[in-house]
């Protein structure tokens, strides 16, 4: 997905770059869903999708499903490496603030009797920006890795989809896969058991 993309996700004032599959009133093609029987059947349909190599996509349950992530091929999160950088570089913007202050542009003061710009003095503030900084990063990396927030989404078109939350099971591919055609995909879906396969709108 582009960043443009993304962005347009985030907020409805930014128009979504052209889509490449439209349906034939002239909507802009989010993807498509299909449902299936039983969580075994849509742990094993998951399986093969992540074979064909699809990555835009995703599974959708009334209830966790024991080991789908393995079944999907979800990765590990970057998001310890996030929140590491940023608080590491909160904890060193804290250090070169106080140090260009003490040892720099403000000197004459003696602190705990130490020389001008030495740390010791500066380890609580290194500490708590260090700290501040990464728990944003925590909070907004988390909502931007997500998806969130979203004001709405296109599968809530969908009254099939909707049944999710009744109990049924559904695989949802997004038009934004590089993997991605119409023909090839559904035929993929079918090959997996999935039934009553859905072309899903964008209306923007």
């Not at 409805?12 to 993807?31: A, D, Q």
């Not at 907004?140 to 099971?169: A, E, V």
């Amino acid at each position: 997905m582009s960043i443009v993309q993304t962005v347009a996700d985030y907020l409805p004032i930014v128009p979504k770059p052209r889509p490449k599959y439209v349906t034939e009133n002239g909507k802009r093609v989010h993807g498509l869903i299909a449902e299936y029987d039983t969580p075994a059947d849509v742990y094993h349909a998951a399986e093969k999708i992540r074979d064909a190599g699809y990555k835009k996509w995703d599974v959708h349950s009334p209830f966790p499903i024991h080991g789908i992530e393995e079944a999907m091929g979800v990765k590990r999160t970057i998001l310890p490496y996030i929140v590491f950088k940023v608080g590491l570089g909160g904890a060193f913007g804290g250090w070169l603030l106080q140090y260009w202050i003490t040892a720099v542009d403000y000197t004459g003061f003696t602190v705990q009797g130490k020389p001008y710009g030495a740390w010791e003095p500066f380890t609580m503030i290194i500490f708590e920006l260090g700290v501040l900084h990464a728990a944003f990063a925590a909070l907004i990396g988390m909502l931007m890795l997500n998806g969130l927030p979203r004001w709405n989404h296109p599968l809530f078109s969908s009254d099939r989809f909707l049944g999710t939350s009744q109990g049924k099971f559904m695989i949802g591919i997004e038009a934004t896969d590089k993997s991605f055609d119409p023909e090839a995909s559904r035929a993929l879906l079918e090959s997996t058991g999935g039934n009553d396969i859905e072309i899903i709108e964008d209306d923007d």
